[in-house]
C-alpha cells in the first residue's frame, strides 16, 4: 500500500488521465476515441469523477440557497438520495453494454463505465461553483441558476451520447437508435428487477405467514 503511494508514475497517469476530462468536454469525438483507444482514461479517475459527481448532488443539500432549493432534513431520505445517481448509472452502462454487444458494438463493459463518469464530468464541475452563487442571487435571479443547472445536465448527456458512439464505433444514425434502445433497456431490466423482488418478498411474506399458522396450531 505504502509502496503504491509512492509510485510518483502512477500518481503522474492518474491525475494527467483526470485531467483529461477537461479535454473530453470541449472535443467529446476526439477526446472519446482516445479515451479508450490510446488508453488516456483511466478507472481511478473514472471514479473520482462519480465520486465527485456524488458529493456535489449531496453538498448542495447544504450549502445551496433556501431561496433556491428548500429543504427539510426530516423528510430526505440520503440513501434515496445518493441512489438516485449511482441507480441510473448503473441501469444504463449494464443495459447500454448488453444491447451493443449484440450488435457489434465494440465497447466492453468496463469502457462503457469509463466513458460515462468522464461524460458527467461537467456536471460536478458547474455545481461547486454553482452552489456558492446560489447563495448570492435574488429570487428575481433564480432563473439565471435554473438555466446553468440545466446546461450542465444538457451538457452531460450530450457527451454521453458522443462517448458511446466513439467507443461503440457505431455512426451517428446507429448512435442515436442505440442510445433510445438502451434507454428502453433501462426500463427492461428496471421491470424485471422490480419483478424478482415483488416475487421475493410475497414468497418470503407466505413463509412468515405459513410460520405463525404453525405456531398458532401448536
Known sequence: MIAALKNKSK???????????LYCLTHPLDGFWDLT???RGTYAAANTILILTLLARVMGLRFTSFVIKPLYWEELNMFTYIASILFPLALWVIGNWALTTLFDGKGRLGQVYMATCYAIAPYPLIQFPLMIFSNFVTVDEVGFYNMVNVVSLVWAVFLIIFAMQQIHEFGPGK?????????FAMLVILFILMLFFSMISQGIAYFISLGRELLFRL
Open 175 to 183: 448512435n442515436i437508435l442505440f442510445t433510445i434502445a438502451s434507454i
Open 37 to 39: 483507444h490510446e488508453k
Open 11 to 21: 500518481w503522474q497517469r492518474y491525475f494527467k488521465s483526470l485531467k483529461f476530462a
